[in-house]
């Protein structure tokens, strides 16, 4: 739990983020690109989730809109990695106190 309550602002960004991952498939590309070796994943290393190239497209902009993604592209390869803050917030928010 939280400190303190959220401000307006905290609050709309978390349940931007909250929201993103209600969706299973960007669940799974998150939790792939969060526990890729090395910290980050190369697109094709985390697409097999059950839909077609341009739904993941889809999902991994809406996780990179919400604040939940970074991508970095390298040549024609687009690599993801979650953003640093995040794994912290959220398990900080999540926490039972």
């Known amino acids: 739990m939280s400190e303190r309550p959220f401000t307006a ?29 090395g910290g980050e994943a190369y697109v094709c290393d985390i697409s097999d989730v059950g839909v077609s190239q341009p739904t993941v497209s889809h999902h991994l902009k809406k996780l990179k809109e919400a604040g939940l993604l970074t991508s970095e592209r390298r040549g024609t390869w687009v690599y993801y990695r979650v953003e640093p803050s995040v794994l912290a917030a959220m398990g900080q928010l999540l926490a039972v106190r």
């Open 9 to 37: 602002e905290e609050a709309e960004r978390t349940a931007r983020m909250f929201k993103a991952l209600g969706d299973p498939v960007r669940l799974r590309l998150f939790s792939a690109v969060a526990s890729h070796e």
